[in-house]
Structure formats: C-alpha cells, structure tokens
C-alpha cells in the first residue's frame, strides 16, 4: 500500500473522529449525523478488510467506553460493517458519488441494526421505530454529509478507479 | 502461482482479523461490569481523554448557545406580559371598583361584559351580554364605577345594544352636584377630538360653573337616575344666546375602555342611586367651595349662596309635589342640607333670589323612541 495513501486515510479518519466529540455536539437535534461511522467507512475503502475490521473493532470499543453498559457491541457492529464495507467497495468500483452516499447509508444502517438488535437497549415497542424510521433518517444524513465531505476533499482522499478490483 | 498463495494468505489473514475482532467483542459484549468497567475506564483515561475534553467543550458552547435562545424566549415573553401588564392592571382596577359600585348599589342591578364596537362603522354603541332574559330592556341605564355610560337601546334574550354619551341621540337632564345648576347634557357634536367631549346645555344664566365641577344625572325623566355621575366642567362654551349658558364637560367615563358594565333595573332606577355617586361628589364639592371661599368676603357670599339655594330647592320641592302632572316623572328631586357647617356662623341675611327651577326632561319616561333624548 501506498505511504501516502495510507497517511491520506489516517488523516481523513483523525479529522472525522474529531469532527464526532467536536461538531456533533453542537448540532443536537433528533437525527445526529454519525460522523464517526463516516470515519469508519472512509477508512475501510482504503484499506484492506482485515485491517477495516481492526479499525472498526478498535473505533467502536473506544464507543463503548462512554456507555455505561454493553462494551463490545459497538465493537462488534463496526467490525462487521468496516469489513463488510472495505470488502463490497473492493469488489464493485471506486469513487461514484451517488453509490458512495449508497455505501454510506447501508454502512450507517446496518451499524445501527446491529447495534440496537445487540445491545438490546431499545425498548421493545420502540425497536422498529428505531430501525425503520430514525435510523434511515440517520443514515440518510450521514451519507449527505459523507458525499458533501467527499466532493470538498476529493484531492485528500484521492480518485480510484474501478480497476483497481483485489478480487 | 506466488501470486495465488500470497492472495490466499492474506485473505486468510482477514478472515482471521474479522474473526479475532469479533470473538473479541463477544468476549467484551459477555463480560460482567466489574470486569468490563476497568477496561472502559481505562479507555476513557487514555485514549479517548483529549477528544472527550474536546466534547465537553463542545457540550458547554452548546449549552450556551441553548441558554441564550432560552434567555431571548424568556425576554420576549416578558415584554409580552409587561406590554399587556397594564392592561390587566387597568382592567383589575375597573373591576375592583365596579365590585365596590355593586357593593354600593346592593340590589337592582346587572353586572355584564361590555363589547365593542357594535359595527365597524359604529363608535357610539357597545354590545352588552346581557338581555331580556335578566330583565334589561330598552332605556335600561348603562354605568360603571366612574359614571353614566348611556343607555340600552334594543335588548335581546341574551344581548343588548347600548348607545353612548357620545351618540348624536344621547341627552339626560343633569344638574351640578351642589344641585346650583340644571341643564341638559349633549354629546359635544363637532369633529376631531373634541367629540368625545360633552355639552351642558341650558344652564341658566346666572349659574355660573366653575371648570371641575361635578356635573351628575338630576333624575328628571326617570330613564336615569338621580346623582349618576356624568362629568367635570372644562369650561364655558360662547353661544348666541343670552339667556342660558352652555359648558364642555369632560366625560367620566371613556367608553372605549369599557370592559364590564352595571345595568340599572327598574326597581333601582325607581329606588334611586343619590348615595353611590353624590358622596363622593358631595364632598367634592364642599371642599371646592371651602378653597374658593379662603377670604372672608368670598366666604359670606358662599354661605349666603348656600342659604338661597337651599331655599330655593326647598321651594322647587314643594312645587313639585305640588304638580300632578309632575308625579309619573318619578320622586322629585331630593333636597339635602348643605354639605357645608361653616365654623364661624355670621348672621347670614339671604338674598332674595327667585327659587331655581329645574328644567323639564324634554321626553316623558318609557316613551322615548330608541336613541332619544331622556
């Protein structure tokens, strides 16, 4: 792999995670933009799945360690995604924006599923809800951000090409 | 060949990181708090510190970005309720003395919520919710605890229409408090401001007013009664003619800021209202008299007025009890003593003076069309 790939994407992922303690908290409102799953993913496209799962693990167990119960289950969904993510990205193409907000929104959803069927701590009535209407809602506004943020940093993250297929 | 193992190697090398980091996290999602708090713990102290100190700060701008829309919310609300503040202070005030006036009246009275206006072209009329139903029919007094309003005009079940003082049909006959001048008081018909202003017409000439004096209904008519207060003397208005005077009075009350009204039923307008109104305006009176006779030569004059005017009132009474035709008019005017017991009791010669007449209402009682002159 590139070095210079490689610090494109450290620094892409340092300048979300800080974006998620930074700007999120100021924006409030009932649909958070998850700017940390947008960290994730974009990290995971640039990387190998094995060391998208790493990534994901490592981001979603520092997660756990501000909730008071249920460490390992964001540990878990961003495992799954970031591998599931660098694996499909792998496999189709490369930067087309539209199937990017696509990945992004899928990556965002599923993390939630994973997340609210795992941990358990939505009530029981609400979990539908949750999946089918504020999640959506969530994801869909990660991934509006995510290819806002792809089209303002297209030199940082670079331009691949559907070429470059691993498998 | 090299080419496919190495594929394959790696391959295999993420399965096994998706599998270390999952069996991983079971482990973690499986461990008991007392375990799992050390670790978090540890995470938040180490890794995490400097970008939750980065969140905390974040948290505190958007707690104060919250507290001063909070703050602008709660200044606005404030401006509302000190806008509206005195408002309600003035209406809290109307109704306390409109509790007093009812206090006073006791019993032959409604007490109803005043509308306005009645048409959008209309200033001079005001709606009043209540009617018939509670026996308030036409030519049913309409007042408050400043004074006369003016009158019902048509009443419904439930609602009523009142005009005015400052209808162009308004008029009851007045006197002063002191009860030294009678007239008729007219809505004060010219344009601008001046037209919620009134007129005391009639007045003979040589009772003078002087500006301030309490100018209250003299019960002439039986429509309204004795002694409702209906304004103070401005001042004198020129006229053409010589024999009588005219005066612009100030109105007591303002019919624009009506919110609750007192309707006088027959059985209090029959009984009279002297001692709710004239009290006040007695004491008024006396005390306005007392200032003006501060010399000794003022003084005499006043009390010699007094003493005339007592015996002409007491003339006017007889005379009244007297006339036949005077009696469906209701009780002639009440005479009462002078409110004034002078300290020095100089002997006092009165002068002859032709006893003072009160001039006739200009419509008998109930026959009134709808808007007349009482």
């Given amino acids: 792999m590139n070095p210079w790939n490689v610090l494109r994407a450290v620094a892409v992922f340092v ?85 990017t907000a696509l990945f992004v929104f899928l990556g965002k959803w599923a993390y939630d599923v994973v997340y609210v069927l795992i941990s358990g701590g939505v009530p029981d009535g609400q979990v539908l809800v949750q999946l089918l209407l504020w999640s959506p809602l969530a994801a869909a506004l990660t991934a509006v951000v995510g290819v806002m943020l792809l089209l303002l940093a297209r030199p940082v993250f670079g331009t691949r090409r559907a070429t470059h297929r691993r498998r | 060949m090299s080419s496919r193992n190495a594929r394959g190697n790696s391959s295999r090398l993420d399965t096994g990181l998706l599998l270390a980091c999952c069996i991983l996290s079971v482990i973690a999602l499986l461990l008991p708090d007392r375990l799992g708090e ?50 309600l202070a003035a209406e809290n005030e109307s109704l306390r003395r409109l509790l007093g006036l009812a206090g006073r009246l006791r019993d032959g009275f409604v007490v109803a919520e005043a509308f306005h206006p009645a048409g959008l072209t209309d200033d001079f009329t005001i709606t009043i919710g209540a009617g018939s139903a509670v026996g308030v029919n036409a030519f049913t007094p309409v007042v408050t605890a400043d004074g006369l309003v003016g009158m019902v005009e048509s009443s419904d079940p439930a609602r009523s229409v009142a005009i005015t003082w400052a209808h162009p049909d308004f008029g009851v006959s007045a006197m002063s408090a002191d009860e030294s001048a009678f007239g008729i008081v007219k809505p004060h018909l010219v344009s601008g401001p001046e037209r919620y202003l009134l007129e005391l017409r009639g007045v003979p000439f040589r009772a003078s007013l002087d500006s301030g004096t309490l100018i209250v209904s003299s019960g002439l008519g039986a429509t309204y009664p004795r002694g409702i207060s209906i304004g103070t003397v401005i001042s004198e208005i020129p006229t053409t003619e010589r024999w009588a005077r005219t005066y612009l009075l100030k109105p007591s009350v303002l019919p624009s800021t009506l919110s609750a009204v007192v309707l006088l039923l027959p059985s209090r307008v029959a009984g009279g209202v002297s001692q709710v109104w004239t009290d006040v305006a007695s004491a008024d009176s006396a005390a306005r008299a007392i200032v003006a006779a501060s010399d000794s030569a003022a003084k005499l004059a006043a009390l010699a007025e007094l003493a005339a005017r007592r015996a002409a009132l007491l003339a006017a009474s ?57």
């Fill in chain 1, 15 to 99: 300048v979300l995670v800080a974006a998620h303690f930074s700007l999120r908290p100021l924006m409030g409102g009932p649909v958070p933009i998850d700017f940390l799953c947008l960290a994730v993913l974009f990290a995971a496209v640039r990387v190998r799945p094995g060391a998208a799962a790493v990534i994901g693990f490592l981001s979603g167990i520092g997660m756990d360690s501000l909730a008071l119960q249920g460490l390992g289950t964001s540990a878990l969904a961003f495992t799954i995604v970031a591998f599931g993510a660098s694996w499909l990205k792998a496999v189709f193409f490369a930067d087309n924006l539209g199937l």
């Fill in chain 2, 38 to 87: 050390p670790i978090a713990t540890t995470i938040r102290r180490t890794v995490l510190a400097p970008l939750l100190t980065v969140q905390g700060q974040s948290q505190t701008v958007r707690a104060a970005i919250t507290a001063r829309d909070d703050d602008l919310v709660l200044r606005g609300a404030a401006a509302a309720q000190a806008a509206t503040a005195p408002a």
């Fill in chain 2, 318 to 374: 007889d005379s009244a009890r007297a006339d036949s035709m005077l009696a469906p008019l209701g009780p002639a005017p009440t005479v009462r003593p002078p409110s004034i017991s002078p300290s020095i009791s100089p002997p006092i010669s009165p002068p002859i003076s032709p006893p003072i007449r009160p001039p006739p209402d200009t419509m008998p009682p109930r026959t009134v069309p709808p808007g007349g002159v009482e």
